[in-house]
């Protein structure tokens, strides 16, 4: 009878531990990057969307963005504008280390879960979700 009781115990114990996991995604995937990138929102302009993003770095450091391109599957669309930033000229993280910059890109339609952004900068590229 113990055994018959422990081979049950056994066997929902398993089950439960099947069930259990749940696979967990990262907002950011270069943990070794320059700095982070965290998708903020997506929002449609006349010329076509206008994308959010907070980027996360040292405070008191130096970075340069040169170019940022918007991947959706094969297709690369490059950024036409930068707000909070300028392009191809250096800024610094204030204390914060919080930098929230705009990009525009004259992309239609909606953005799929699977786009990402690349961050071109004088120290190498830094890819991430384009939203979240």
Partial sequence: M????????LMLAG??????????SAQVNQLD????????KVTPTDEGIRISVCLVGIPS??????SVDLTVGPKVVKAVDIDGVDFERAFQFEDT???VIE?????????????????HTANGDVVAPARQ
């Fill in 61 to 66: 450091t130096s970075q340069r963005i040169d």
């Fill in 33 to 40: 990057a320059e700095f982070n990138v965290i998708p903020d």
């Fill in 97 to 99: 280390g919080v930098q």
């Fill in 15 to 24: 089950g439960a531990a099947i069930v259990a996991p749940s696979t967990v």
């Fill in 103 to 119: 990009l525009d890109f004259p992309f239609k339609g909606q953005l799929p879960k699977t786009a990402t952004l690349t961050f």
């Fill in 2 to 9: 113990k055994t018959i009781r422990l081979a049950a115990i």
